[in-house]
């Protein structure tokens, strides 16, 4: 009996007609690779994907962010999951809590010395994946840089996925004014296509 054709990006049979589907199936084996890595590193220290993931989320960004609602929203996850991850970070001595004066029930996250350097340690995982870029050309890491820019800004638009920090949605950013074609205007300056930023620090997001 014949298996049902399924029109899919992951299917083959349908990729070499359509451009779109080559490059969601590339994006999926780029994402493998990430996986794989940040598995490999987890067994390591003996800790899950998500427990490093949020270990180096806390070692780079601000107080603000370091709480279980906005991880959830970081990590598509619910709350459960990122409060079950915190538990046991918190167990093996890695974090720790900061219990908000004006609501108790309401806690920061912070790194302990111990946390911090298995953050910095985790954290170069990644480095495998940007050395091949290095071979590349500035201008094709511009062109590969700004449709990865335009895919994950449209992907949050759809609702696909949840909170971004880039200067597409940033409330500083705006276009073709100074005869630039990006420009920022927190920084009051024109941005060049490898100047933008997909995790700024200073990000405000627009409100939809």
């Known amino acids: 009996m014949d298996q049902e054709v399924v029109d899919s990006p992951l299917n083959p049979s349908f990729q070499s007609g359509s451009l779109e589907y080559k490059i969601v ?3 999926e084996r780029v994402s493998e690779a990430f996986k794989a890595l940040l598995w490999q590193e987890a067994k390591e220290v003996a800790l899950s994907p998500i427990q490093i993931q949020i270990l180096i989320f806390l070692r780079f960004h601000s107080a603000e962010k370091c709480k279980v609602s906005y991880l959830a929203q970081e990590f598509n996850l619910t709350k459960a999951t990122i409060s079950d991850a915190v538990k046991v970070l918190e167990q093996k001595g890695l974090i720790g809590k900061q219990t908000e004066p004006s609501d108790t029930r309401s806690y920061t996250i912070f790194l302990t010395e111990t946390g911090r350097a298995v953050a910095q340690k985790t954290a170069i995982f990644a480095n495998q994946l940007s ?10 890491k511009e062109v ?3 449709s990865l820019l335009e895919l994950i800004y449209k992907l949050n638009q759809n609702g696909i996925i949840s909170i971004q920090r880039m200067c597409f ?31 700024c620090p200073e990000h405000h997001a627009v409100a939809r």
Do not use: I, W
């Open 131 to 140: 050395t091949p870029l290095h071979e590349l050309s500035l201008e094709q």
């Open 169 to 199: 949605n940033c409330h500083f950013y705006g276009k073709k004014q100074n005869g630039s074609a990006h420009f920022c205007n927190l920084l009051r300056m024109p941005l060049k296509a490898h100047e933008l930023r997909v995790n």
């Open 25 to 27: 199936s590339s994006l």
């Open 144 to 146: 590969l840089y700004t």
